[in-house]
Structures are given as structure tokens and as C-alpha cells.
């Protein structure tokens, strides 16, 4: 085992025992999606040696030869993939033959070509509508007040299964303003819940975890906090 592998391992552990601990604390249960973009296809698989089975990529051709890797090298891994970043339309046929979750999906172009592309042979994808909670022109995502009609028209794709909803919320400093979206996000949660019949409330990342679990959070994206810290190519 080299360092870095040593490292890995010993910050899942870390952010394990942590998940575990607020989970105990507020007697719920919370699902951790390891997020490996930037990081090579080694990295993740001192992760998955380490215990963890669910990662995810934001880029597509990044994460298609991650997944490609880990099936002509080590199939032993019974990995679980999700896409988490924005998909752009002429990305979706190979997001849709390889991953087993689209947690990105923020409108209803994007919905259609993954369903039309999700190969029979493949049991239906799981999808996540992103949602814009802090209202950030900036950001993808559906707006609240057009969520439950989004909905409505990707719960008809049949080889799509909608399981529920993520976001990004705004970054903030004080608790308050980091926990404000989180709340919002639960209530829309429950709102549509029983409609849907989802299950999965997507939020929280490394610096947010805790009180997204505490807020409702069903699933967590955590990159640096397993990883380190990530170094981006720079831009010409």
C-alpha cells in the first residue's frame, strides 16, 4: 500500500466515523458518494480497497474511462457510479450506457435523451432532479415552484426511476445560512414524497455534512475530505 492509498483510507475512516456518529445522534441512516473527479482511477481504487462501493464523477469523459477501467481491470469491485456534475445534451448516450444514477438531471431535454439512450439490457437509470434552492443565476437546477410539473414528466420515462432530489446549496459561513437551503430542500423533500414515492434527499458536501444529515440529508458527496485536496489543470 503506498502512502497516498494509506492516506485515502485513513480519511474515509475519518469521514465515516463522522457520518456514523451524527447519524447515531439523530437516529437516521445516510448513504456516502465518494466523489473522485480530478483524482485517477488508482486513487479510487484505494478507496474501494478501503471499504467504499459508491463514487462520483461531475465530468463525462472523465468518469466513462473511470468506469471503462474499473470493468477491464478490476471487475471484482462491485462499484456503484453516479454522474453528479452538469451533463450537456451531446454527453448524455455515454453517461447513460455506464452510470447507474444521473444525480444532475435539471430539465426535461436531458431527462428524454437519458431515457432514450439507456440501453435495454440495463435496468432503469436512477435519476435525482437538481434542484436551484438558493435561487443562484449562475447555477443549474430547477426552480421550486416548476419542481412537482418537472416531475410529473420524467416519473413517465420508463426507463428512468426518479428516486428523489439533490442540490448545491449557496456556500456560507454562518450556520444559519448553511442549514436555511438544507431545511428548504427537506421540505420539498416531503412535500412531493408520497407523490413520487422517492427516497433519496441528495446534499451535503465536505464542509456541510454534518448539518446536512442533521436537515434530512438521505446522501452525502464527499470528494476532498476522502481524496485531498485537488489540484485543477490550469486554463490556457
Known amino acids: 500500500m503506498t502512502q497516498r492509498d494509506q492516506e ?3 480519511r474515509l475512516a475519518l ?3 463522522t457520518l456514523s456518529q451524527v447519524c447515531t445522534r439523530t437516529q437516521s441512516s445516510v448513504e456516502l458518494v465518494a466523489v473522485s473527479k480530478t483524482f485517477p482511477a488508482e486513487a479510487v481504487l484505494a478507496a474501494a480497497l478501503a471499504g467504499q462501493s ?3 464523477e461531475n465530468y463525462a469523459q472523465e468518469g466513462c474511462a473511470k468506469v471503462d477501467w474499473f470493468k477491464e481491470n478490476h471487475p471484482e469491485c462491485k462499484l456503484v457510479w453516479h454522474f453528479i456534475g452538469p451533463l450537456q445534451a451531446n454527453k448524455t448516450r455515454p453517461v447513460a450506457e455506464r452510470f447507474d444514477w444521473v444525480d444532475s438531471v435539471d430539465r426535461m431535454r436531458i431527462a428524454k435523451r437519458l431515457n ?6 440495463l435496468p432503469p437509470l436512477n435519476v435525482l432532479i437538481e434542484v436551484n434552492i438558493s435561487g443562484q443565476q449562475s447555477k443549474s437546477g ?3 415552484e416548476e419542481l412537482q410539473a418537472v416531475a410529473r414528466e420524467i416519473a413517465k420515462l420508463p426507463r428512468l426511476k426518479l428516486r428523489g432530489l439533490m442540490a448545491i446549496p449557496e456556500p456560507a459561513e454562518e450556520d444559519e445560512a448553511v442549514r436555511s437551503p438544507l431545511r428548504a430542500m427537506k421540505a ?11 427516497d433519496t434527499l441528495s446534499m451535503g458536501m465536505s464542509a456541510d455534512m454534518v448539518q446536512a444529515v442533521e436537515e434530512g440529508a438521505t446522501m452525502v458527496r464527499v470528494g476532498s475530505a476522502i481524496f485531498g485536496e485537488r489540484h485543477y489543470p490550469a486554463k490556457a
Open 8 to 10: 485515502i483510507a485513513e
Open 15 to 17: 469521514v465515516k466515523g
Open 54 to 56: 459508491i463514487f462520483g
Open 116 to 121: 432514450d439512450q439507456r440501453p435495454e439490457g
Open 142 to 144: 430547477v426552480m421550486p
Open 188 to 198: 420539498l423533500f416531503d412535500a412531493y414524497k408520497d407523490e413520487f414515492g422517492w
